[in-house]
């Protein structure tokens, strides 16, 4: 079984930077999709950024531009570099990993296309 764990959150201003972190327990597979998804109060789990094993990334559009997603694919890690942060970026966020038949993601990554999950980390972005 998978572990993902993450790491980073936190408070900030707006405008401010975080990095977040997911480290898998295990490998998962040659292919694979890793990401993260985000979910304030009151609203649906929403994808934020993804990235697969051949290193192709997809970002939601509200975040694209700002937030950076990468990986180190021999320690089995996932990092999330967030500028220019947001009060809308306020929401939990997890860390979230698949493997896949095929070397990509989906064109849009969804909860259900995910088998594992962390337990997730709070960020919180003051105006």
């Known amino acids: 079984q998978v572990r993902l764990v993450e790491s980073g959150g936190g408070s900030v201003q707006s405008g401010g930077s975080l990095r977040l972190g997911c480290a898998a327990s295990?490998?998962?597979?040659?292919?694979?999709?890793m990401g993260w998804f985000r979910q304030a109060p009151g609203k649906e789990r929403e994808g934020v950024a993804f990235?697969?094993?051949?290193?192709?990334?997809k970002y939601a559009d509200s975040v694209n531009g700002r937030f950076t997603i990468s990986q180190d694919s021999a320690a089995y890690t996932v990092n999330l570099e967030m500028n220019d942060l947001k009060p809308e970026d306020t929401a939990m966020y997890y860390c979230?990993?698949?493997?896949?038949?095929?070397?990509?993601?989906?064109?849009?990554?969804?909860?259900?296309?995910?088998?594992?999950w962390g337990r997730g980390t709070q960020v919180t972005v003051s105006s």
């Open positions: 979230a990993a698949v493997g896949t038949v095929s070397a990509g993601c989906a064109e849009r990554p969804a909860p259900p296309d995910f088998d594992y």
């Open positions: 295990a490998y998962i597979y040659k292919t694979y999709c």
């Open positions: 990235i697969d094993s051949r290193d192709n990334t």
